[in-house]
Structure formats: C-alpha cells, structure tokens
C-alpha cells in the first residue's frame, strides 16, 4: 500500500509541476513581444472564424511561430469564443496577451468598399455581396424593392448610387451602404442642378443624371467629358439621334459577348440610341463627379461627332465631312 502511495504523490507532484512548467511558459508566452512586421501589418478575420484557425493564420502570416500557445491562452482566458470580425492593425512588435485582447475587444480599425466610376448597379451589388465584412441583408431584394425601401421614384436603381469608397464598422449591413452610396448622388445631383446651364434639354434632374451616365461609359478622360457632353446635347437640341454604343450595349444586357455587331446597331431595344431618338429611359451607369458636373455644364461648342483617335483622346467635329474625314484618319488609316 505504502508503494502505491508513494506512487499517488509521485503523479501529484509530476502534475503540479507540469502545471506549474505549463503556467510558466504561457506566462513567459503571453508577455514576450513577438515582432510582426516592418511597419506593422493588417490583418483580415471573417466572420465566423474559430481561434483555431485564426491561430494557424497568425502562423502562416508570420506573426507567430507555432499556434497551440495562443490557443491554450485564448481557452483558459475565456475570449475562445469572443474574438471578432474585422480588419486589425497591428503594430511592428506585440505581446500575444495583447495581440488576443485586440481581437477579443474588436478594436477593428474601419472596413471600406469601394463603387467605381461607370458600375452598373449589379456590379455594385455583386461587390457587396462578396465583400467579408458585410452583413447581407439586402442581397436578396429585388429592384422595385429596392426602389421601394429608398423611397425612390424611378423606374430602375440604375445610376443612382454614388461611386466613391465608403468606410464602415465591420458588420454593417449593405443596405446601410447603399442607403448611404444613394443619399451622396441624391445630394451631389440635387446640387449641380441648381446651378446647370440654363439652355440644357434636360427636364429633369433624372435626365441629366442618364446623360452623366453616358458621359462616363464614353470616355476615359476627363479633360474630355465637358466635350462629350456637348456632342449629345447639341444632338438632342437638333433632334439628331445620340448613336451611342455604350447604351445599346446596355439593352443588349446579358447577350453582349464584347463584340458589338452591326446587327447589334440596328435591333431596337429601349436603349439603342441608333434606332430610338432622344435619352434611353434610364442611366447605364454610376456616373462620377466629373460626369456630373459635365452634363450640368457642357463644353460651349458646335461639335456634333467624335471619333477615338486611338491614343485614349478623341476627335471632335462639328459636320459630318469632318468626321468622316476624321474616320478616316484614326480608324480606317487614312483610306
């Protein structure tokens, strides 16, 4: 029996010294700086991530060296399951102990997603949906409910948004966004038609705003933009058709395989501006600033075509001899 004893305080003891070894390094683990980055570093937790995984992600970054200390810690600190979505900067060097209650706390710094000049609205949405940090509570709304929600009065969501980055709290949920992306064109539109040339053959703000938007599908420059503009509003001043690629590429939708045909040119849909005079009934696009304020504010020019000149710039013409000519020169070399 007496051996038997002894054998019971020898496992005691070998435990209690594990422990104790155990606690030693966790604390020696938990209070040594580890270096992260020159510069520091950010790093991307998703939602729903385990502190398995994110261990294992501190490891494969370079952040630390081998993963069960920071899960150890994580379990017998409690903050295994409370550790939270979001971007965090760390800096050049951080104790583990440290780096967990970051993540713990959720001292995210701001999430941000970015809408780019002359996006449709699907392409808006489509980046909503695959962004990490957003909670998708609009993803399955349909247009007209869309419209509905935003108290919007016109036919389709198109063109309404903004495109501009926008920051956020991690979790925020995309309709907030696109509340947000809606309420800065509303504003910006609003604006700039208060102060429009007065000669403009618009009848509304909306009408301008599909104008921006063939603007911005039209040109990459924006030295040119007031031009472009010009171009389409002496058109429509004339009663001329626009005969502008970019909406009949709209109508096309998803039948569009990059190559615009003449077949194309010539099918009526509501946005062939070659078959149907006049703006098509919406915007094709998420016109920027410059967009903007180009169709509230035209180039003063007699121009009525241009034509790519190859190099990103175009040729302006104020006949159709001209731009014939010009045709000529940059599209067919000079035959």
Known sequence: MSGLVRLIK??????????????????????TPVTVAEGGREILIQKGRSLNWISGELVRTG???????????????????GIQAGVYRLPERITPYRLLEMLANGEVIEAQITFIEGWTFSQMRLALAQHPLVTHEAVNLDDAEVLRRLGAKAPSPEGLFFPDTYFFSPGSSDWR??????????????????????????????????????VEKETGLESERAMVAAVFVNRLKRGMRLQTDPTVIYG????????????????????????RAGLPPTPISMPGQAALEAAM?????????????????????TSLQEHNAAVRRYQLGGR
């Not at 604006?191 to 938007?213: E, F, V």
């Open 252 to 275: 096309l939708g998803s039948g569009f395989d990059g190559n615009l045909r003449k077949r194309d040119l010539e099918t009526d849909t509501p946005y062939n501006t070659y078959t």
């Open 177 to 214: 966004i696109l509340e947000r992306a809606y309420s800065t064109m509303q504003s910006k539109l609003n604006a700039l038609w208060s102060t429009r040339r007065p000669d403009l053959p618009y009848t509304s703000a909306y009408q301008a705003l599909i104008m921006a938007s063939i």
């Open 297 to 317: 504010q035209p180039a003063a020019s007699n121009a009525l075509y241009f034509v790519a000149r190859g190099d990103g710039s175009s040729h302006f013409s």
């Open 63 to 81: 952040v630390l060296q081998e993963p069960w200390s920071f899960r150890v810690m994580g379990r017998l600190l409690g903050r295994a399951e």
């Open 10 to 31: 020898a496992g005691i003891l070998i435990g209690t010294l594990a422990i104790v070894a155990l606690a030693g390094w966790l604390v020696y683990f938990a209070v």
